[in-house]
């Protein structure tokens, strides 16, 4: 389900963007890009699951999703939303790392790594969570 969503919020940007031209903001195109390709990958994973597949990501599917990545922080930080490209930096730990523990390689060493980044990146998208909607519903002033 939280696949599925993701790939919604990308495609409704992307039309939003492209077919209305009801958003301006040119960050949203990587915006709706991280979105897309992320809620398509974690719609693919359910899938894999419920057919009882083997759900770890392919070893090399995490170097896309670490070039994703790469360019989300690129694109945030070039536009200013530093807080959000800092969430795709996180992004990229978590990708790095599950490269190396998909093979083996280092375990259990990255293995930990990655549970590591899973956490603290998992954190810092539940603040951006907090603060956003307590800023919009809340009228407080959060960094964002």
Known sequence: MPGLCQALVGFYLFIGLTWFHVFHEAALYAAAT???VFGIHWLAMGI???VEGDARPNGFMSV???LVSILG???M???GDMPVAI???GLCAV???EFFASFGL???ATERLLGLAHVVTGLWLMYLTYAAVLNLANGMHLWL
């Open 64 to 66: 896309a999703f670490f």
């Open 106 to 108: 280092g375990a259990p």
């Open 48 to 50: 894999i699951k419920f």
């Open 87 to 89: 969430l795709f930096i």
């Open 73 to 75: 922080a690129l694109s």
């Open 95 to 97: 990708y790095f790392f």
């Open 34 to 36: 991280a979105f897309s």
């Open 77 to 79: 930080g070039l536009n």
